[in-house]
C-alpha cells in the first residue's frame, strides 16, 4: 500500500519558471491538501479539495493553481515560480475534511533561482 | 485570526519525562493534533483531541483545556529516537487545519 506519493522529491527552477508538483493517494481518501514548510513558520495550507471537481483556497493561494479531476490525484501548479516559493512542500490526505488525521507525502524540496 | 504558540526549542535527557505545550487562540474550534516531524522527512500522527482531558498511547500523552486554549504533549522515558518536531495544530470553525511552529526537542544521553 502506497499511501500518499510525491513527486519530485526536489526541483530546482528559475526565476518566472513554471512546473507541477505531482500527488496521488491509493487510499481512497475524500480530502487532500498541500502545505508548505519554512524555517520557523509551521506548515501553512496552501489549497485544498474535499472531493473530485471541488477545491478551495488555504492560507497561503497565491501563484498556486490545483485540480481535482479524480479522487487519486491532487497535482500543483506554480504558474511563475518566484524566489519566495523556495520550500519544501507536502501533500496529504485524510478520509474525510474533520476529525481525520492526515497521511503526508514524503515532501518536495523546491528552490527557485 | 489563527495563533497558535509553542516554544521554539527544548532539550531533555534519555530517560526522563519532557511536557511540550501550545497555545492557541482560534475562530471555533474542532480538535486539536499532535503531530511529529523528524528532519528530513513528512509528519506523522501522533495524537487527537477534542474534548478536555487526557490522552495516552503508550509513553506519548497529550492533554486539552479548551475553556483555556492550552495543551501539552507528554512524552515519558525517552529515547533517543524521540528527538524530532512536534507540531500543534488546531481544526477551527472553518474545518482548516492551523498547525504552530513546531518545537523541536533534542534528547541528549
Excluded at chain 1, 500500500?1 to 519558471?17: D, E, I, M, R, S
Excluded at chain 1, 481535482?68 to 516559493?85: C, G, I, K, N, V
Excluded at chain 2, 522515558?77 to 492551523?98: H, I, P, R, W
Aim: charged letters at 15%; hydrophobic letters at 35%.
Amino acid at each position: 500500500n502506497a499511501g500518499v506519493t510525491q513527486t519530485p522529491k526536489f526541483q530546482v527552477l528559475k526565476t518566472g519558471q513554471s512546473m507541477t508538483l505531482q500527488c496521488a493517494q491509493d487510499m481512497n481518501h475524500e480530502y487532500m491538501s498541500w502545505y508548505r514548510q519554512d524555517p520557523g513558520m509551521g506548515l501553512r495550507l496552501i489549497h485544498y479539495s474535499v472531493g473530485a471537481g471541488i477545491t478551495d483556497q488555504g492560507e497561503v493561494p497565491n501563484g498556486y493553481n490545483v485540480s481535482r479531476s479524480t479522487t487519486e490525484d491532487f497535482p500543483l501548479r506554480l504558474l511563475s515560480a518566484a524566489p519566495s516559493q523556495t520550500s519544501v512542500y507536502f501533500c496529504a490526505s485524510s478520509q474525510s475534511r474533520g476529525s481525520e488525521k492526515l497521511f503526508f507525502g514524503s515532501g518536495t524540496q523546491l528552490s527557485v533561482l | 485570526g489563527q495563533n497558535i504558540d509553542q516554544p521554539t526549542e527544548m532539550t531533555a535527557t534519555e530517560g526522563a519525562i519532557v511536557q511540550i505545550n501550545c497555545t492557541y487562540q482560534t475562530s471555533g474550534f474542532n480538535g486539536l493534533f499532535w503531530y511529529q516531524q523528524h528532519a528530513g522527512e513528512a509528519p506523522t500522527f501522533l495524537s487527537y483531541n477534542v474534548l478536555d482531558g487526557l490522552e495516552e498511547k503508550g509513553r506519548f500523552s497529550s492533554f486539552l483545556s479548551r475553556s483555556k486554549g492550552y495543551s501539552y504533549l507528554l512524552l515519558k522515558e525517552l529515547q533517543m529516537k524521540d528527538s524530532a518536531s512536534y507540531l500543534c495544530a488546531v481544526f477551527n470553525a472553518g474545518n482548516m487545519l492551523t498547525f504552530g511552529g513546531g518545537t523541536r526537542l533534542m534528547v541528549k544521553p
